[in-house]
């Protein structure tokens, strides 16, 4: 179980016990344990070994159950206390602030955690008084509501995880329920073990105890299933978020396709003048820490802007296209493999083509934007830029004559990071109801009243997340290379529209006489940036997806051989708004 709601405490904890195990002392069952059954396979033959050659094998041995010593020491005392401390545990974290918030709906009601408690201190006074057993059985009243109360338990803990959409979650509330919920399957676990219905259920119980004891010590330090149960309802969340702010990206009508292509275009503007300032700004005399600061800061406000004027940067939108995988789910309904697959190609499709006016939009403002602007600067102070570096910046899109492609890679990752940034931001926001604390905020109703107090907080709900996304996103971009040069690694990003215009800074720096291949090569090198930015950021973004809905990743292969057989029976729509109203049939698609 977690021992701490803290996930990064609870990650250290286990990658050190990894490696170096804990052991107690040599008189006890842990350190039994600890020596002999320590590997991830152990539970696996152990459990391969039959029923009935293990109640022969513990007869062979007169080995004692769990209920033979009436001892206030006994194992079945410190079962009954260990059932105790962890009702005890699970009611005090259940009545926290934050977890109460996740169920409005238990507000007016007695919690069941209590209710659980109380009764199961009345099974304990039963089993006290009890001279000739210390057991019960399972149709004893009392063990009855206890059944009624766990399951109340549980679905108190599903109920705040199912709200999570609603009033949003943060990492300490997700492992604080996680917790509760282990705990609850203890004591499933454990209940049980209180109940004697035939003399033969204390030699079952006693082994199955020591089933479940080999099980835990040889998983107690699974990182994977750890990391897995705690990412995958935030990743959940956070690709809720971004299936909806990304739904605007995506494009399907003629009308939707040119207005990306407009909002493009607007990206790219800026996006030239960055590419200026970023060459004005690698004159200055600073150290490699001022380069990053000021290439972050150049990025950073670039992008809030390309962002708050309503523009688009191509590639930022695959970091925010899970939408994808309402598409998937939707399809994992139906029975038909078929019709499931090809919703998703024909999905794939939209995206592909917004990827692709976004990509020319960006590339034929940004170069003639750059342009233009350093032909301005030589005219106004007869000085050429780019002059001494043309040869670099040209050299650096090719991706036989430098690392290019691992570079863009690279700017494809912090793509995708900037909409987990922004999805997780959105997430705490709502969770903490930082809107609704804006809006009523005396001091600023007092100083603004109340209308523009409310329009404040309006615009911090629908902006702020991807303001922040934007920032870290030009950190990113801005701070690699001197994070690079400082531990002597060759990292840096390309971005397919800082490509265009580095293209057109380094032909104007050569004052017009690039060679033809090296010209060849940048050129396509543009294309190829853009292509892998596009694979990486998107790819990251659907595994994600994928982890988040527990959706196997086998689907991959058939969703590829989907999307290839939908290309190659409509090519043209992965570039053109051809034919938007798709109907999926059992033999293929149909265009109306």
């Avoid at 509760?180 to 454990?190: A, E, V, Y």
């Avoid at 935030?234 to 494009?251: D, F, M, N, P, R």
Wanted: hydrophobic share 45%; charged share 20%; glycine share 6%.
């Amino acid at each position: 179980m977690l021992q701490d709601a803290d996930f990064f405490f609870e990650l250290k904890k286990r990658v050190v016990a990894k490696f170096l195990p804990y052991q107690h002392e040599s008189d006890t069952l842990e350190y039994i344990l600890n020596q002999v059954f320590y590997n991830d396979t152990d539970p696996l033959w152990v459990q391969k070994i039959p029923q009935g050659q293990v109640e022969t094998l513990f007869d062979l041995l007169t080995l004692p159950t769990i209920y033979d010593s009436d001892d206030q020491n006994s194992v079945f005392s410190e079962l009954m206390m260990s059932i105790l401390l962890i009702a005890q545990r699970i009611s005090g974290r259940a009545l926290e602030t934050d977890v109460l918030k996740m169920v409005p709906e238990y507000f007016h009601y007695e919690s069941p955690f209590a209710a659980f408690e109380k009764e199961l201190q009345t099974i304990q006074k039963e089993l006290v008084t009890t001279t000739t057993n210390q057991t019960i059985t399972s149709d004893n009243l009392s063990y009855k509501q206890l059944e009624v109360l766990l399951k109340q338990c549980e679905e108190y803990v599903d109920k705040a995880f199912q709200n999570s959409s609603k009033y949003g979650i943060t990492i300490h509330v997700n492992q604080s329920l996680l917790r509760i919920r282990q705990q609850l399957s203890r004591l499933k676990i454990l209940l049980p073990l209180l109940t004697i219905n035939e003399e033969m259920d204390k030699k079952r119980h006693t082994i199955r105890l020591a089933y479940k004891l080999v099980k835990y010590n040889c998983t107690r330090n699974n990182l994977r299933t750890f990391i897995k149960e705690s990412i995958q309802l935030l990743s959940y969340e956070v690709t809720q978020h971004t299936a909806k702010t990304g739904e605007k990206y995506i494009t399907q009508s003629r009308g939707e396709y040119f207005k990306m292509l407009n909002t493009a275009m607007g990206g790219g503007l800026i996006v030239g003048v960055l590419c200026i300032l970023k060459v004005l700004l690698s004159k200055v005399d600073t150290s490699d820490f001022g380069y990053a600061f000021l290439y972050s800061m150049n990025y950073s406000i670039g992008f809030i802007s390309i962002y708050l004027l309503g523009f688009t940067l191509a590639t930022k939108q695959p970091a925010m296209t899970a939408a994808l995988i309402k598409v998937l789910e939707e399809g994992m309904k139906s029975d038909s493999s078929t019709i499931k697959h090809q919703a998703f190609a024909v999905f794939f499709a939209r995206v592909f083509r917004s990827q692709f006016i976004a990509f020319v939009g960006n590339v034929i403002m940004a170069f003639p934007v750059s342009l233009l602007g350093i032909w301005l600067i030589d005219l106004a102070f007869d000085y050429n830029i780019t002059a001494t570096k043309w040869k670099t910046m040209v050299t650096n899109l090719s991706p036989i004559h430098s690392m290019a492609i691992f570079h863009a890679a690279i700017a494809g990752c912090f793509l995708f990071l900037s909409g987990i940034i922004s999805g997780s931001v959105a997430n705490r926001d709502k969770h903490y109801e930082i809107y609704q604390r804006i809006k009523e905020n005396p001091f600023l109703k007092r100083s603004f009243g109340k209308v523009k107090a409310e329009k404040i907080a309006h615009w911090y709900e629908h902006k702020w997340a991807g303001i922040t996304s934007n920032f870290w996103f030009g950190i990113f971009m801005g701070s690699t290379a001197s994070v690079g040069m400082f531990f002597g690694l060759n990292l840096d990003i390309r971005h397919i529209t800082f490509s265009s215009g580095n293209l057109a800074l380094g032909l104007y720096g050569s004052n017009y006489s690039l060679e033809y291949g090296m010209l060849f090569w940048g050129i396509l090198g543009v294309g190829i940036i853009g292509l892998v930015n596009f694979i990486v950021s998107f790819s990251l973004s659907l595994g994600l997806a994928f982890r988040s809905r527990d959706i196997p990743f086998s689907e991959l292969r058939n969703i590829n051989v989907s999307i290839w057989q939908h290309f190659k029976r409509r090519p043209l729509s992965f570039f053109f708004p051809i034919g938007t109203n798709v109907k999926i049939t059992d033999g293929g698609d149909k265009t109306s």
